[in-house]
């Protein structure tokens, strides 16, 4: 079970970047997807989810309208793609993933994801 995130870097604000996390093993069919992020001295907070097998998608209010989780079933791949990047994006971004389905009220909870990538840091100059 392995969970790859690239893509993160250096961007000034209101700039964008696009995460990426491959997936692999038993989560080459993952019932939900997420990113979660943790900025230094907070807590992990949630930040996108997917739910591949019907596409539906849910996203944190702090990010709504600027970022955007995808998936590519074929790559084995989902993203996330993020605009208009603030200050307070700042953090190590993770990927998270979960076998089986769950209903979309439960994406958000970090409780619920089996296997976690090792995280990919952001970092937003104002």
């Known amino acids: 079970v392995q969970l790859q995130a690239s893509g993160g870097g250096l961007v000034q604000g209101g700039g964008s970047l696009r995460l990426a996390c491959a997936f692999s093993g038993r989560t080459s069919s993952p019932g939900t997807l997420a990113w979660f992020r943790q900025a230094p001295g907070k807590e992990r907070e949630f930040v996108a989810g997917?739910?591949?097998?019907?596409?539906?998608?849910s996203h944190a209010e702090s990010v709504k309208g600027r970022f955007t989780i995808s998936i590519d079933k074929a790559k084995n791949t989902v993203y996330l793609q993020m605009n208009s990047l603030k200050s307070e994006d700042t953090a190590v971004y993770y990927c998270a993933a979960r076998t089986n389905r769950i209903v979309s009220s439960a994406l958000a909870r970090a409780d619920v994801y089996e296997y976690w990538g090792q995280g990919t840091l952001v970092t937003v100059s104002s």
């Open positions: 997917v739910r591949p097998w019907d596409r539906s998608t």
